[in-house]
């Protein structure tokens, strides 16, 4: 009855009794009180935080088959090990990252210390999409106790295990009094958006984004973007077919291809199109057999509004099916599927797939290949495939994404040395290892002075001189 009548209340496990405005008070004075500031005290958490996910892989690993069917060895990699790397490299790397920054100095600062000092922002807000709801929300997390703030976790509604898991393990290992998780869906983010916070780090669709940005604009809050779009994958010139279609097909249909980097289509010339049908008939053959529903390393669309919203997409495409193309919404299922012959005006090129299906569309050379990319808006990773040294500069050089990697897909995101964001319509603002606590930190420019060489000062002061110019 609580939750029903309060949908911000915490979800079983931790003070139910509790409202939002509650628990944002709470952490706010928890932030004031500062006990977020000392390194000791974040690596605490990040220890602690670590030995969530140690002590609890089992349930978590449930929860993610729960909401998504996902097979174990992609949970463990995209999830589990993905995060545990993070706390670690963030626990190593914590005391570098808070030391301040000395800077150049010119003649007139030559005395006074000038550096940049990390501070916290505050009590920020975290809010997660269902695609990896354990690693979208505990990923920034890291990031956001590294810098030494209190965070509000908003889980997606639509993995509901795992956002439940959270819920319940957040208050269990985390400090009570700095870190909460608030369940809910639309209504009740809306509802939480109405507060302050200082920072709004959101995952999820470019849609929700601009009402993101809207609420943060409010409280003339700072807001780190992570969302998606259409992530082309170009292959061109002399490629190992083979392993192309092996590294292609695994990028694509990791998650049943709801991986915000998935390569949503392929550019290719028509000659490599040829040979990469059967190398990709193959690749998959031997990923999932020639069963997949039955294979167990084939996820699951996470829900049927999703599944219809595909199914719908490959009924409406004027392509070809060239593999796959089975679906069944009682297990919510889609084979891995590639089409050809696909136009740039099919239905299939006219939002972000977020599924197990691969369009290829036809180019004829690089350069149309590339204008082809620099027509639409930026996306989140740009691949290119191929064995040309001077193929793989040509399109680094003359495209903007949030991320790139060529001759393979997915990959360049499990580096913490790497920014992880979107550029444009993609994204606004980066993290993963030192960029997260960069995002959650602000640059505070100190400049500590002293009282000498007043007699030079005098040179700056009214009444002006022109002379003193050449100060
Ligand atoms: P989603 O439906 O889970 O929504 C994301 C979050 O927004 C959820 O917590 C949800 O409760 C909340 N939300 C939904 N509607 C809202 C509203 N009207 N107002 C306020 N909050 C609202 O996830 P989704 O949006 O379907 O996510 C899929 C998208 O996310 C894809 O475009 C994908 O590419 C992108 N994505 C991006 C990244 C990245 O790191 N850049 C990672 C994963 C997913």
């Not at 220890?47 to 089992?58: R, W």
């Not at 269902?130 to 209190?150: E, K, R, S």
């Not at 609420?215 to 700072?222: C, F, K, N, R, S």
Request: one cysteine or more.
């Amino acid at each position: 009855i609580i939750l029903l009548l309060n949908p911000f209340a915490i979800l079983p496990g931790f003070e139910a009794m509790e409202g939002q405005k509650e628990v944002i008070d709470r952490l706010q004075r928890s932030f004031r009180s500062r006990v977020t500031l000392p390194e000791q005290f974040r690596l605490a958490q990040l220890d602690a935080l670590l030995s969530l996910i140690k002590e609890n892989e089992t349930q978590i690993l449930e929860a993610l088959h729960q909401d998504l069917y996902k097979p174990k060895f992609e949970a463990v990699l995209s999830e589990i090990d993905m995060v545990m790397n993070e706390i670690c490299f963030a626990i190593n790397n914590l005391r570098t990252w808070m030391q301040p920054e000395y800077v150049g100095k010119n003649l007139a600062t030559k005395l006074d210390d000038c550096f940049v000092r990390r501070e916290p922002l505050g009590v920020v807000l975290i809010i997660g999409a269902w695609n990896y709801p354990l690693q979208l929300i505990l990923l920034p997390l890291v990031g956001a106790i590294a810098a030494g703030n209190c965070a509000i976790l908003k889980p997606s509604e639509i993995s509901q295990a795992t956002e439940k898991l959270l819920a319940e393990l957040i208050p269990k290992y985390l400090s009570k009094e700095c870190y909460a998780v608030v369940c809910g869906g639309a209504e009740e983010t809306k509802t939480l958006l109405e507060n302050r916070f200082d920072h709004i780090f959101y995952t999820g669709s470019q849609n929700v984004a601009r009402s993101i940005l809207q609420a943060a604009a409010v409280h003339l809050t700072p807001v780190t973007l992570e969302l998606g779009g259409k992530c082309p994958c170009l292959i061109y010139g002399k490629v190992d077919i083979k392993a192309a279609a092996r590294r292609l097909a695994w990028a694509k249909f990791f998650n049943a291809g709801q991986s915000c980097v998935a390569p949503d289509y392929v550019l290719c010339t028509p000659q490599i199109q040829a040979a990469l049908i059967p190398a990709l008939r193959d690749a998959l053959e031997g990923f999932y057999t020639a069963q997949p529903k039955q294979c167990p390393d084939m996820g699951r669309i996470v829900s049927d509004r999703h599944w219809d919203r595909l199914n719908n997409m490959l009924e409406r495409s004027a392509g070809t099916v060239e593999i796959g193309g089975e679906s069944t919404k009682q297990e919510k299922y889609m084979a891995p599927t590639v089409l050809v012959n696909v136009k740039e005006n099919d239905v299939l090129m006219q939002e972000e797939i977020f599924g197990p299906i691969l369009p290829i569309l036809s180019v004829e050379t690089l350069e149309e290949g590339i204008d082809f990319m620099n027509c639409r808006e930026k996306p989140l990773a740009l691949y290119i495939f191929s064995d040309e040294p001077q193929v793989v500069t040509k399109v680094l050089e003359q495209t903007s994404s949030g991320g790139f990697c060529s001759n393979d897909g997915i990959v360049h995101m499990t580096l913490p040395g790497l920014p992880f964001g979107g550029v444009g319509a993609s994204g606004m603002g980066s993290y993963h290892g030192r960029w997260g606590f960069e995002t959650f930190s602000h640059r505070r420019g100190c400049m500590l002075r002293g009282w000498g060489l007043e007699r030079i000062n005098v040179l700056r002061y009214p009444p002006y001189q022109e002379t003193n110019l050449s100060w």
